[in-house]
């Protein structure tokens, strides 16, 4: 599927490579820009934004991934991260992720 024709997100692609994303995840958000998690990611993606992504493997154990959104499946709740220390690619599902800092 071409990037610029995703319906799977409600800003436009050019919106999205433009926004500012560390203001748009800040909980005291000035500009009170108003985004969906699929649009967040979907903007990670388009920027190429280094991420820290905060995940809970279970049990109270916790695991810091810095890394780049790859892709998006929003049908499954998923997305492949670049891990850029370790090299590898990482499949998470939303729901193990505790926070994003950008």
């Known amino acids: 599927m071409d990037n610029n024709s995703r319906s799977d997100t409600s800003q436009p692609i ?5 926004v500012d994303l560390a203001q748009a995840l800040s909980p005291k958000n000035p500009t ?9 990611i979907l903007a990670a993606i388009h920027q190429s934004k280094l991420i820290r992504f905060i995940v809970n493997k ?6 810091s991934i810095p890394g780049r959104i790859l892709d998006f499946d929003p049908s499954r709740s ?12 990482y499949i998470l599902n939303l729901t193990e992720i505790d926070e994003f800092i950008v």
Do not use: C, P, T
């Open 14 to 18: 050019g919106y999205l490579n433009q």
């Open 78 to 89: 998923l997305i492949h991260v670049y891990h850029v220390d370790e090299k590898q690619v």
């Open 32 to 40: 009170d820009v108003q985004l969906s998690i699929a649009d967040i």
């Open 58 to 63: 279970g049990r109270g154990v916790q695991q």
